[in-house]
Nanobody, 127 residues
Framework: QVQLVESGGGLVQAGGSLRLSCAASGRTFSNYAMGWFRQAPGKEREFVASISVRGASTYYADSVKGRFTISRDNAKNTVYLQMITLKPEDTAVYYC????????????????????WGQGTQVTVSS
C-alpha cells in the first residue's frame, strides 16, 4: 500500500508562488512514477505534471508549462510542485498520484495510469 499526503496549498494573489509537497509512505518510493493532477470547481480532474522514477523525465500540461516545476527527493520520499506566476485559473484542489511498476524514465498523464492518490490540497489564487 502507498499512502500520499499533500501539503503546501493555500491562498495566494495572482502572480504569486506556492510549493506543494507530497509525502509518500513505503520504502520503495524511488520505484514510483509520480504525478500531479488538479480539479477546479465544476470541472473534471486534469493532468498537471509527471516525473519518472529518478527524475530523469518530466512532462507538463501546456497550461502550466514554464510556470510549474515538478521535482522529487527520493531520500525524503517526497515529490514537489513548484508553482510560480500563479493565475486565478490555477485555483483547484491539487492531488498527487503514484504509479507502481512504471517503465523506467516514463511519465504518465492519464488518471487510470495511477493506482494511488492523496487526499488533495486546496490552492486558491485571487485576482
Amino acid at each position: 500500500q502507498v499512502q500520499l499526503v499533500e501539503s503546501g496549498g493555500g491562498l495566494v494573489q495572482a502572480g504569486g508562488s506556492l510549493r506543494l509537497s507530497c509525502a509518500a509512505s513505503g520504502r520503495t518510493f524511488s520505484n514510483y512514477a509520480m504525478g500531479w493532477f488538479r480539479q477546479a470547481p465544476g470541472k473534471e480532474r486534469e493532468f498537471v505534471a509527471s516525473i519518472s522514477v529518478r527524475g530523469a523525465s518530466t512532462y507538463y500540461a501546456d497550461s502550466v508549462k514554464g510556470r510549474f516545476t515538478i521535482s522529487r527527493d527520493n531520500a525524503k520520499n517526497t515529490v514537489y510542485l513548484q508553482m510560480i506566476t500563479l493565475k486565478p485559473e490555477d485555483t483547484a484542489v491539487y492531488y498527487c498520484a503514484a504509479r507502481t511498476f512504471p517503465v523506467s524514465k516514463s511519465v504518465y498523464v492519464r488518471e487510470d495510469e495511477y493506482g494511488y492518490w492523496g487526499q488533495g490540497t486546496q490552492v486558491t489564487v485571487s485576482s
